[in-house]
């Protein structure tokens, strides 16, 4: 058998430690990663490897030579070209004449996995590729696969979302390949395994399996990682060769020539390289020390990782960091959790480095400095920045000006330098600062900023859509926590950014490396004048004016205190609506409501609009992006019940055709819009229950209307985007044109009950129970859209996991609502009893 490694990473995500060094030479316990893996190689009687280099390539060939003083023979192939994954791998493989297996490997994982076993399975399926996987708490960053009882694959997820982690079995990248595959690889050309070949070998009916394996394994792509695994290996966790001698009757691994103090303390694991010296009274725990570094009289490193040629002063602490190659930790010098010294630095002499610090190559912290982060709080901000509802945090302690900043100049260095985006907020003083700060940020990128100021989200977004900017983020107070200010990124389209690009930012932001431009390139803010203008222009071009205005209706509008009193006033004169306005002044300090406060502000609102003989009362939240809807008759109709009305006017009033014949809701919504839609000839499509999903069904030729049962709805022919504003005029338009009141729409609603609930689970858990339900439930009729919807009929349940807190939701809709309440018991203890 052959071997592949792939070895061109670039590490960006272990920056700084990988700016001048491939990921595959990062040294763990005193050996690069890629040695690691050509011992497992070697260890499983596989010693005929080449190695795919890309980045600064040498490194690597220098190092490793021939292989023969590793006992293995190994080969090399640099390629300027990107081939993709799998293109680069069929490239090494066209150059061998026999026929043998290939093992394919990345250079840059720590894993112990029991390869031989790998391939006595695949053998014995008499597969043409197999995946290794494992099992991992969370499987969010990585490729899931789902596979049959026999292990044969039957589906691929590459980077899911919460509600489409079905299992929590990922791909290794480790692959087992007959030359047959090669026929499916075209030439010269970029071919990815996970995205093209895979899903090809699947639609072709080819013999592709999953083997899980057991055994430790670690995608070490993170700085966070990188030092946990270093630990893993002292706690013995992976098995893994150490170098140098092991102490009689300790955990201690000493390099040749090392030279460690009697009066030294060694505690718990340690490893020390070749020529180290230890000196006096000096204390070691759990850490990794790198080949000729100097310890010096009374210095602490507990749990730390410090590489080659390093010095640590007399009376320093080191505590859970890592410090590079050729550093100076100067006496009484402080370096706390999570910090990354990076190499050729020097730590002044009494100087602190906070927790979670980094330091670049070549820098010099001053003596008796206190060098701190911005990211006081990395916790938070450690993993991900973006969340369900964007980016959120608290104000001026998580989401800090100095923060915005940043993520502004991150999200500016993803664009084209002289390209424009849209600023805009609501009307807090908090907002306005965070937006200043962005805006900052922006700019310093290069990229140009029109800046709208108070001005409700579905407008900004729809002026996305004009052509002329790129995207826009909206800044608001959080309508549900008043500490927290809220961050909203959309595209060209108006719609919340794709979760790929989000990643994109992401990693600008956590890189720290983004250019700012020079002083004469620094981008320009505008204020554009006509931003309502053009809004209102479009808003009536796609609606039923004269309709609406024969109707003379009488409406109760609550504003929330947002910024939509700013325009929709004016839309509502022109079309000859008697509204009762409340709540219409800005007021940034009101915006937020908590649970029971939303519940007054409607029960105030259906009391009006009995009292007052209104047709109808909305409440408009303060974003102007969704609505809540009071009937003729004064009584609140909740979510699920808005929605099937909202759904039933539109199928109702306007015969399908090729241009318009779908509807969509989520996942979760009733069973009714089906029945409904088929009565009237529409066809209704399924989505995530997440904005950007039903943003994207929007975007579907065909598409007629968009709902979803907490007030969000999406006209497509107007913007695909939720806009409250078009809602409440559609609605009116609707009930005109049918001459309808909403009170008698209700008995048009096929009866049921919905429930929903949700039970605690640990992220950890997450995947492990989203793979649990899928195994229960491959005997019944289930649907895999967002989370497992699993039906009985008519009646149906759907667990999804919650993208940002520890639970999974679940719905249940039936007939009754005690059987309603028997599937909820049921599945709410299913998933406890999981946990357990």
């Given at each position: 058998m052959k071997s592949v490694i792939m070895a061109g990473g670039f590490g960006t995500r272990l920056r700084p430690l990988t700016n001048s060094l491939p990921k595959p030479m990062v040294s763990m316990a005193n050996k690069p990663i890629i040695e690691h893996i050509m011992e497992l190689l070697k260890k499983n009687s596989i010693v005929e490897m080449t190695a795919l280099l890309y980045f600064h390539p040498e490194t690597i060939s220098n190092l490793l030579k021939d292989g023969s003083s590793f006992g293995v023979k190994i080969k090399y192939i640099t390629s300027n070209v990107d081939l993709g994954t799998a293109g680069i791998v069929a490239y090494a493989m066209r150059q061998w004449e026999d026929d043998r297996t290939t093992l394919v490997i990345s250079g840059d994982v720590l894993t112990d996995i029991d390869l031989n076993k790998a391939v006595v399975f695949h053998r014995k399926r008499k597969s043409i590729a197999t995946i290794v996987l494992t099992r991992v708490e969370n499987p969010l960053p990585f490729g899931i696969v789902i596979t049959d009882k026999m292990g044969r694959i039957q589906r691929f997820l590459e980077k899911p979302g919460w509600g489409e982690v079905f299992s929590d079995?990922?791909?290794?990248?480790?692959?087992?390949?007959?030359?047959?595959?090669?026929d499916f690889i075209p030439k010269d050309k970029e071919f990815d395994f996970s995205k093209d070949l895979f899903p090809i070998l699947l639609q072709n009916k080819k013999p592709i399996y999953g083997h899980v394996a057991e055994g430790y394994w670690k995608d070490v792509g993170s700085l966070e990682e990188y030092r946990t695994a270093n630990m893993d290996i002292l706690t013995g966790q992976v098995n893994v060769n150490m170098p140098g001698d092991k102490a009689p009757d300790k955990n201690i691994w000493i390099g040749k020539n090392s030279r460690i103090d009697f009066t030294s303390k060694l505690e718990g694991t340690v490893v020390t390289g070749d020529?180290?010296?230890?000196?006096?009274?000096?204390?070691?725990?759990?850490?990794?020390?790198?080949?000729?570094?100097?310890?010096?009289?009374?210095?602490?490193?507990?749990d730390s990782v410090i590489w080659d040629n390093v010095r640590v002063g007399r009376g320093s602490v080191l505590q859970e960091c890592v410090v590079a190659d050729h550093t100076d930790v100067a006496e009484g010098a402080h370096v706390a959790e999570n910090a990354v010294i990076s190499d050729h630095c020097r730590i002044g002499r009494n100087s602190t480095v906070k927790a979670n610090v980094k330091v670049w190559p070549r820098k010099v912290v001053e003596d008796g400095a206190i060098l701190s982060s911005s990211l006081i709080w990395a916790d938070k901000w450690g993993r991900n920045i973006f969340s369900a509802y964007g980016v959120t945090g608290i104000a001026n302690l998580e989401l800090t000006p100095e923060f915005a900043a940043k993520l502004g100049a991150a999200y500016g260095a993803s664009l084209p330098k002289g390209s424009f985006v849209s600023t805009s907020r609501d009307a807090h003083k908090t907002s306005r600062m965070i937006n200043r700060a962005v805006m900052t940020g922006i700019l310093s990128t290069g990229v140009n900023v029109h800046d709208y100021g108070v001005t409700p989200m579905p407008v900004v977004r729809f002026l996305a859509r004009g052509g002329s900017e790129t995207g826009g983020v909206h800044t608001r107070r959080s309508p549900f926590e008043p500490q927290i200010i809220d961050l909203k990124f959309f595209d060209n389209k108006g719609l919340d950014l794709h979760p790929g690009y989000e990643k994109t930012i992401e990693r600008l932001f956590f890189r720290e490396d983004f250019t700012r431009v020079s002083i004469d390139e620094t981008g320009e803010m505008v204020f554009p004048i006509h931003g309502f203008e053009y809004y209102q222009n479009a808003f009536m071009s796609g609606i039923d004016a004269e309709a609406i205005r024969k109707t003379n209706f009488k409406l109760v509008l609550d504003y929330s205190y947002g910024s939509s009193s700013r325009i929709f006033p004016a839309i509502l004169g022109r079309l000859n609506c008697e509204v009762i306005a409340l709540n219409a002044n800005l007021d940034g300090s009101k915006t937020t409501k908590t649970a029971e406060e939303f519940g007054k502000a409607l029960y105030q609102l259906s009391t009006i609009v009995r009292s007052l003989g209104a047709d109808l009362g909305v409440l408009l939240d303060a974003g102007g992006e969704k609505v809540f809807l009071v009937d003729d008759s004064g009584e609140i109709l909740d979510g699920d019940t808005a929605l099937n009305i909202v759904m039933l006017l539109a199928v109702k009033g306007t015969k399908p055709g090729p241009k318009k014949d779908q509807i969509a809701a989520p996942i979760t919504a009733s069973r009714a819009i089906e029945k409904l839609a088929s009565t009237y000839g529409y066809k209704v499509k399924r989505t995530k229950t997440s904005a950007r999903g039903l943003m994207e069904a929007a975007m579907d030729e065909g598409m007629a209307i968009v709902g979803e049962p907490t007030g969000g709805f999406i006209f497509p022919q107007f913007q695909p985007n939720f806009d409250g504003m078009y809602a409440i005029v559609k609605l009116l338009e609707m009930l005109a044109n049918q001459e309808a009141r909403l009170h008698k729409l209700i008995r048009e609603i096929p009866p049921s009950v919905i429930i929903r609930d949700k039970v605690s689970c640990s992220f950890e858990n997450k995947g492990m129970i989203m793979r649990r339900l899928a195994e229960d439930s491959r005997s019944k009729d289930t649907a895999f859209v967002d989370g497992i919807k699993i039906n009985f009929g008519e009646d149906w349940i759907v667990a999804y996991p919650s993208q940002d807190q520890p639970y999974f939701h679940v719905a249940v809709e039936a007939s009754t609502k005690e059987t309603a309440g028997e599937l909820m018991d049921k599945y709410i203890e299913k998933i406890r009893k999981w946990q357990r």
């Open positions: 079995t990922i791909n290794t990248g480790i692959y087992i390949l007959e030359k047959e595959v090669l020529n180290c010296r230890i000196e006096a009274d000096a204390r070691i725990l759990n850490s990794v020390i790198g080949p000729n570094s100097v310890i010096e009289e009374g210095a602490v490193i507990i």
